[in-house]
């Protein structure tokens, strides 16, 4: 007698891990960098650089990059920039058996700057941090059994989630910017924001095929130390070498950009009219393929005691791979900025989400978009302003019926904004939220591990009544009638006059044993 076992590699979802943490930092200005007079805007980048287990909890290590633009305070202002680097270490409590990889799922930022004096900077960053956490299940599933005994099985049928691929990999983008000809050629590059936007991910055969657009906005001097600004969508389009996959595959990656540079470059005439631009896109791919497999789950025999052992384990069925996207759009009144406010140069976002509920519609999402967008104002003094504010949203994501355990990977990222002048106190937002989301159906399984025959109890036998009259009850079904009287479900049906297997409360049957042992 052996078990027909197949394997099946998959991965398993913990419980994601919420941290916020704060660095506070005083800044001096380097001696190269000219007095500050005021802040015009600030942002701030986390890299994680490392992320480990030690022994209750994830410590995660980096660095946050920040950028303040500001005001000098010489008898003519101007714009200029500061940038630095603040190295973080961060302990996160987290229970785990040592079975589990821990990685970045979202990040989100907050960053204020103030000044001490015109030499010293305040600098005070908000970490946001979602640590999602994982680990490679190897089972082996028993599909059938080898018996010279006549054994009676159960199988249940299923469409698992096989896990083909899971790695890492990193993409990189190089392109140009040409200015046009209204612009002012480049002298010294002051502020600088890269994004992506609508990106499109699809499973070629053996590659991953990518395709998208990067917002870039670029502040600068001219040679004449004369401000000017330039804000442009550059597509972009490859692919990533990934044995493996095919085109029917389904997929959840994750991308961040990572490792932005621009450059000032030379055009064809020589003039410093050439913006080029360099960045990652960093992508951790989980890649499945759907398989049919079919589960023993229960036998019997006539002749003999089938006695075995299970493990109980949980697999998992798609349910959907979709992108969801949620529309916002809002009217902001802001009396603070009355008569001050001539062009909106450049606008920027980040999601928080503060709850995930699934319900039986689908995913019901609730958070706030954070918004911040620079300004030219109609002062030559203090051309230049920020403001910062929020949004909050509510989306459901839709999923009829949708079971109550599920397993769910959700990411999500600003995919358009735009904010506009609507009159001389107020700003229309309007954006695009995209929400990626993985769900499985998880499924409790009691998976064979091992069978042994025995005899049967003959005494015990004998005292059975041959024929039985029953009346089903909740609950049962042809299956479990014929394993506890000892026949077959086409014995049943044969007798009974049955086409199908269905059968309903209060039905009343008719069963021969039919034990050919004593027969």
């Not at 001490?116 to 640590?131: D, G, P, Y």
């Not at 996959?245 to 994750?254: A, D, K, L, R, T």
Request: charged share 30%.
């Amino acid at each position: 007698m052996e078990l027909i076992r197949k394997p099946i590699h998959y991965t398993q979802e913990g419980k994601s891990i919420f941290d916020q943490f704060y660095l506070d930092e005083d800044y001096n200005v380097p001696e190269q960098k000219e007095d500050i007079g005021r802040i015009i805007q600030g942002k701030a980048e986390l890299r994680a650089e490392d992320i480990r287990p030690v022994e209750n909890y994830v410590k995660i290590t980096g660095r946050v990059y920040f950028t303040v633009l500001y005001m000098t305070s010489s008898g003519d202002p101007r714009p200029a920039v500061l940038e630095g680097k603040l190295p973080f270490e961060e302990m996160i409590y987290a229970e785990s058996d040592g079975n589990e990889s821990f990685y970045l799922r979202n990040v989100r930022t907050e960053f204020t700057a103030s000044v001490v004096h015109s030499r010293k900077l305040s600098l005070r960053v908000m970490a946001e941090v979602e640590i999602g956490r994982e680990r490679i299940r190897d089972e082996e599933l028993t599909e059938n059994i080898e018996s010279d005994v006549p054994v009676c099985r159960k199988t249940r049928k299923m469409n698992l989630l096989r896990l083909t691929v899971s790695k890492k990999d990193t993409y990189r983008i190089k392109e140009e910017i040409t200015l046009p000809g209204t612009k002012e050629s480049i002298g010294q590059m002051l502020f600088t924001d890269i994004s992506v936007r609508k990106l499109d991910i699809r499973m070629g055969q053996d590659e991953v095929l990518l395709r998208g657009e990067m917002l870039v906005f670029c502040m600068y001097l001219s040679a004449e130390e004369k401000a000017d600004w330039i804000e442009q969508t550059v597509p972009f389009e490859g692919r990533v070498l990934c044995d493996g996959v095919s085109e029917n595959m389904y997929y959840h990656i994750q991308h961040t950009l990572e490792d932005t540079l621009s450059d000032i470059r030379m055009d064809e005439d020589g003039e410093m009219r050439v913006l080029g631009i360099e960045a990652a896109l960093g992508l951790r791919m989980n890649i499945y393929e759907e398989e049919e497999t079919e589960i023993l789950c229960d036998m019997y025999s006539l002749e003999q005691n089938c006695v075995f052992d299970t493990r109980e384990t949980v697999l998992e069925e798609l349910l959907m791979q979709n992108q969801s996207k949620c529309k916002v759009t809002e009217r902001l009144s802001l009396p603070e900025l009355k008569e001050d406010v001539l062009q909106i140069l450049h606008s920027q976002g980040s999601i928080q989400l503060e709850s995930e509920t699934n319900s039986p519609e689908g995913i019901r999402v609730e958070g706030i978009l954070h918004l911040s967008f620079l300004y030219l104002r109609g002062d030559d003094t203090e051309p230049y302003g920020s403001w910062q504010g929020m949004v909050p949203f509510s989306w459901l994501i839709e999923y009829p019926d949708m079971p109550e355990q599920v397993s769910s990977s959700l990411s999500y990222h600003v995919e358009q904004l735009a904010v506009t002048l609507a009159g001389s106190e107020a700003v229309e937002i309007r954006a695009i939220l995209s929400f990626d989301v993985f769900l499985r159906k998880l499924l409790p399984v009691e998976t064979i591990t091992d069978v042994q025959m025995e005899p049967l109890d003959m005494e015990a036998l004998f005292e059975q009544p041959g024929i039985v009259g029953h009346i089903v009850q909740n609950g049962e079904d042809l299956w479990s009638l014929a394993k506890k009287y000892m026949t077959t479900i086409d014995g049943i049906k044969e007798i009974n006059g049955l086409n199908d297997e269905k059968i309903s409360q209060g039905d009343k049957l008719l069963i021969f044993k039919e034990n050919v042992s004593i027969l």
